[in-house]
């Protein structure tokens, strides 16, 4: 059985680091392409995220439970703690700021329903 997981292993490394790395180039892609300020944000937030993840599972499988398990482990956490949170505060400056959106759409709407909401 463990002679499989040895064969297998390599394998699995190489799907899950090229896996990683196509993610890491749509976000940049999406960074290149997409039209506004919201939008970027959210391409980077979700496919840096899936990348870096993927690239570190590739590493902890590669390294072993032993060498790198619990390193890789809170490294992807922190990824999922603030890539995030990083997006979502850049959008809240956009917002805050009034930055132009694709076709001119207008945040005016956004801001009438949060006015509503609040008593």
Request: hydrophobic share 55%; with cysteine; charged share 15%.
């Amino acid at each position: 059985m463990m002679a499989m997981f040895e064969t297998v292993r390599p394998v699995l490394t190489c799907i899950l680091l090229v896996t990683g790395t196509v993610w890491i180039l749509l976000a940049c892609l999406g960074l290149l392409r997409l039209p506004d300020l919201l939008c970027r944000s959210h391409a980077m937030g979700k496919a840096m995220t899936l990348g870096i993840t993927l690239i570190l599972l590739a590493v902890a499988l590669q390294l072993g439970a032993e060498k790198a398990g619990l390193k890789v482990l809170l490294a992807i956490l922190f990824q999922f703690l603030t890539i995030p949170v990083a997006g979502h505060l850049v959008s809240l400056l956009a917002y805050r700021k009034n930055m132009p959106r694709w076709r001119h759409r207008p945040m005016d709407r956004h801001k009438r329903s949060a006015e509503d909401s609040n008593p």
